[in-house]
T-cell receptor, first 113, second 113 residues
Framework: EPEVTQTPSHQVTQMGQEVILRCVPI?????FYWYRQILGQKVEFLVS????????KSEIFDDQFSVERPDGSNFTLKIRSTKLEDSAMYFC???????????FGPGTRLTVL | AQSVTQLDSHVSVSEGTPVLLRCNYS??????LFWYVQHPNKGLQLLLK????ATLVKGINGFEAEFKKSETSFHLTKPSAHMSDAAEYFC???????????WGAGTKLIIKP
């Protein structure tokens, strides 16, 4: 059964460093998303991506964040200069045309020291 | 604007007894509604979804939910709890006009032996 994959499963970084979180969505899906979940808090929408551009973003998704689909399979989230408060679980999701069920990856736990 | 309210942050039941996790939503348009489950240190798994077909929706692991438009509710139930049901449960709403998911704060389900 096709699934969304994410790498790495856990990333530890120093404050101020750049990180790139990687996702491989389900191959025929067209809509891609990033969410984050700070420990003990609710899941928050960051950004949605369709047709090679951002379609929506939340107020959390500031200039420190960017997304890219560098090839036909990967979908990345870059945090340019990490802050302590960026420590969270980051989930990637995707869905196909006309499908409003999003399929989630297992998440990447980002720890900023 | 859409929002989701999960009325209980924690629910504790004995194994073999019924489970009720409450969710109320607000949405300007015809919503799609979902329940996701997150087991400790695991990703997000779709339990069930409502997308304007039958108002009583059956999901995996014996869970079901009923969409009640007049009450703007989408409560999750299970007739008999199992120890493996211990997890966090999220009620989620999505409008038809976009695929952005709005998450409730989550309800932690505790199963007593």
């Amino acid at each position: 059964e096709p699934e969304v994959t994410q790498t790495p499963s856990h990333q530890v970084t120093q404050m101020g460093q750049e990180v790139i979180l990687r996702c491989v969505p389900i191959s025929n899906h067209l809509y891609f998303y990033w969410y984050r979940q700070i420990l003990g808090q609710k899941v928050e929408f960051l950004v949605s991506f369709y047709n090679n551009e951002i379609s929506e973003k939340s107020e959390i998704f500031d200039d420190q964040f960017s997304v890219e689909r560098p090839d036909g399979s990967n979908f990345t989230l870059k945090i340019r200069s990490t802050k302590l408060e960026d420590s969270a679980m980051y989930f990637c999701a995707s869905n196909g045309q006309g499908l409003n069920e999003q399929f989630f990856g297992p998440g990447t736990r980002l720890t900023v020291l | 604007a859409q929002s989701v309210t999960q009325l209980d942050s924690h629910v504790s039941v004995s194994e073999g007894t019924p489970v009720l996790l409450r969710c109320n939503y607000s949405s300007s348009y015809s919503p799609s509604l979902f329940w996701y489950v997150q087991h400790p240190n695991k990703g997000l798994q779709l339990l069930l979804k409502y997308t304007s077909a039958a108002t009583l929706v059956k999901g995996i692991n014996g869970f079901e939910a009923e969409f009640k438009k007049s009450e703007t509710s989408f409560h999750l139930t299970k007739p008999s709890a199992h120890m493996s049901d211990a997890a966090e449960y999220f009620c989620v709403v999505s409008e038809r006009s976009n695929y952005q998911l709005i998450w409730g704060a989550g309800t932690k389900l505790i199963i007593k032996p």
